[in-house]
């Protein structure tokens, strides 16, 4: 495929042969490309220190070979770079992009923009092109699609309710900005159907899991897909997926004994994230709210969390309903580990990550954003089929592999 440039001036002839060269020059990096790949088949035989992420396994986004990429003026075009073997355009001046996980993972990269097509529906929009990332767990993979809510800019801080300590961060004292998300360029209302466009109606998606497979449904969630009622709940913010966790016992054992009377107080906010591979909860007493470290009360009962001697099951209650975690979502038998974390000290909360996604289908509705976000948990039926039609519902399946980067207990957040 040949990108659509416009050659309006000798300056953009001359940025095009030079990353014509690039390109040339990158084939040449089949050897080191090839060894890399053996590693990352190999994963499980090399030790965690020596796996590193490296974009030559990934099809990173190639301006040139995309049909629909355009410049949207010849004057706007700043430079094409190579950055660890990364073809980016950059259209936008300090389009860069940062972006910070709650499982030490980091990325960056640049901003570009082309159509994107997921599912039935496309648009065109910008996106990140990673360019950097500190994580294995990205080796062969293309990129990340986006669908949190949109960066809000506050004119005062929020109160100290300890959700502010969960958000992603930029860092790096680097002035960076994050593209809309897809959903929300998706279904943005002022565009319109076109031959560049495909809106979806209803801004809304879900998304479930099993130990191999995934799938996004766009539009909604299938009901067919769980077993007896939806349960929602509002988030509690309009940065990120959080809802109130009141309680977390394992097996008959509370960990979160709260301190304070007021049950207004009595909680812990929760983030929802599939990317966070396991349950991540705090190792301390977040100053006074609870009387005791939940994962060293946890810790104390299992014994040993590589061979823990209690195999019961978690019981979250959310918003006043109980979700369980039985023994098979939390360990991990192909890596032979417990898929619990313990939380950094400066973080206000606890993360449900896809240990949870693998038990249940979680339904998000952005409909009223930015009034108010609904946040659906239903527990997935043992009779559904991954990507069955539905009328109404677009589903896009994936396929899993186990995560490389579980290799402490603890999750740093920097």
Not at 310 to 315: G, K, Q, V
Not at 317 to 326: M, P
Request: hydrophobic letters at 35%; charged letters at 25%; one cysteine or more.
């Amino acid at each position: 495929m040949i990108a659509q440039l416009a050659r309006t001036t000798n300056g953009f002839e001359s940025h095009q042969r030079s990353m014509r060269r690039l390109l040339e020059e990158e084939d040449k990096r089949e050897t080191a490309l090839s060894r890399s790949t053996h590693q990352l088949k190999n994963a499980d035989q090399i030790s965690q220190d020596d796996l590193h992420f490296d974009p030559r396994n990934s099809s990173v986004y190639d301006p040139l070979r995309s049909k629909t990429f355009r410049s949207e003026a010849a004057s706007h075009l700043l430079s094409a770079v190579r950055l660890n073997f990364v073809l980016v355009l950059s259209l936008v001046p300090k389009a860069v992009f940062l972006l910070s996980y709650a499982d030490e993972t980091h990325l960056k990269g640049f901003q570009s923009k082309d159509v994107v097509k997921l599912g039935d529906y496309f648009v065109e929009t910008k996106f990140g092109s990673v360019t950097e990332c500190n994580s294995p767990d990205f080796n062969g993979l293309d990129g990340i699609v986006g669908f949190g809510m949109p960066v809000q800019h506050q004119s005062a801080p929020p109160p100290p309710s300890g959700v502010s300590d969960m958000m992603p961060r930029s860092g790096d004292g680097i002035s960076a900005s994050l593209p809309v998300p897809l959903l929300f360029a998706l279904t943005d209302p002022t565009v319109k159907d076109n031959a560049r466009n495909h809106v979806l109606e209803r801004r809304a998606f879900s998304f479930l899991s099993t130990d191999s497979l995934a799938e996004l449904q766009l539009g909604g969630y299938d009901p067919d897909a769980i077993d007896g009622r939806m349960f929602l709940t509002p988030s509690i913010t309009i940065n990120d997926y959080v809802v109130v966790s009141l309680s977390i016992k394992f097996g008959s054992s509370e960990l979160l004994e709260f301190t304070p009377k007021n049950p207004r107080l009595r909680y812990l906010p929760a983030i929802l994230d599939s990317g966070t591979s396991c349950l991540v909860i705090p190792d301390s007493t977040m100053n006074g709210l609870v009387t005791e470290s939940p994962y060293q009360r946890w810790k104390n009962l299992v014994k040993d969390p590589k061979n823990p001697r209690l195999r019961e099951t978690f019981h979250i209650n959310i918003a006043g309903a109980v979700f369980d975690l039985e023994f098979d979502d939390w360990w991990l038998g192909e890596s032979n580990q417990s898929c619990v974390q313990r939380a950094p000290e400066n973080f206000g909360g606890i993360l449900i990550g896809d240990v949870f996604f693998r038990r249940y289908l979680v339904l998000f509705d952005l409909r009223h954003y930015p009034e108010s976000v609904v946040i659906g948990m239903g527990k997935r039926s043992s009779q559904y089929k991954f990507a069955k039609s539905h009328p109404t519902i677009s589903k896009i399946p994936a396929y899993k592999r186990k995560p490389v980067n579980i290799s402490s207990e603890t999750v740093s957040y920097l």
